[in-house]
């Protein structure tokens, strides 16, 4: 689950080999919000993060503000 600021929403990525649940507990990163929720894995994803891969996929880097934004925050 996480927090957008107006409203929290469940998320399915596939960054659990890359990041425990501690390096992302309060993490920020930037959140596509404004796609059609999928059944992923047999749950609901309400959105998708944005990240870097490097080309073998070894290497997943959330993408993340440079600095703490508010939450809830668009990007433009």
Known sequence: EIDLGTEKRTLVAGIKQYYSEKELKGKQCIVFTNLEPKEVRGVKSEGMILAAVNKD????????????????????
């Open 57 to 76: 996929k070894s290497k997943v880097i959330l993408i993340a503000p440079e600095k703490t934004a508010e939450l809830g925050s668009k990007v433009e």
